[in-house]
């Protein structure tokens, strides 16, 4: 069993950054970030591999940042040029197969380990 604990988030205006962090406790093949806001379907944020290969969605392309320390065992977020629709909670997630958002080879599952999540709120 991994567990993955976040840090980070809180409340920001629009426009502003915030950093998210994740710390796993055992090795993982692929660790990322997925979100949920209220009364809306979960959203696979960012994810990178063991072997530095990383995901986006298509709304964080270019602000968003995500990296890895595979000594330390841990995961951040930096989120740039925040918007009122980047509010929800963020989860940490990580899984031991490699693939984009976790997901394993060819997206076939969800990701096995998730954290209890951060909130982040962006007001306009």
């Known amino acids: 069993q991994v567990q993955v604990v976040e840090s980070g988030g809180g409340s920001v205006q629009s426009g502003g950054s915030l950093s998210l962090r994740c710390a796993a406790s055992?090795?993982?093949?692929?660790m990322g970030w997925f979100r949920q806001a209220p009364g809306k379907e979960w959203e696979a944020v960012a994810s990178?591999?063991?072997?530095?290969?990383?995901a986006y969605a298509d709304s964080v392309r270019g602000r968003f940042t995500v990296s890895r320390d595979n000594v330390k065992r841990t995961l951040s977020l930096q989120m740039n040029s925040l918007k009122p629709e980047d509010t929800a909670m963020y989860y940490c997630?990580?899984?031991?197969?490699?693939?984009?958002?976790?997901?394993?080879?060819?997206?076939?599952?969800?990701?096995?380990?998730w954290g209890q999540g951060t909130q982040v709120t962006v007001s306009s």
């Open positions: 990178v591999g063991a072997d530095r290969r990383t």
């Open positions: 055992a090795d993982t093949a692929c």
């Open positions: 997630v990580a899984d031991r197969l490699f693939g984009d958002f976790c997901r394993g080879p060819g997206g076939r599952h969800e990701p096995l380990y």
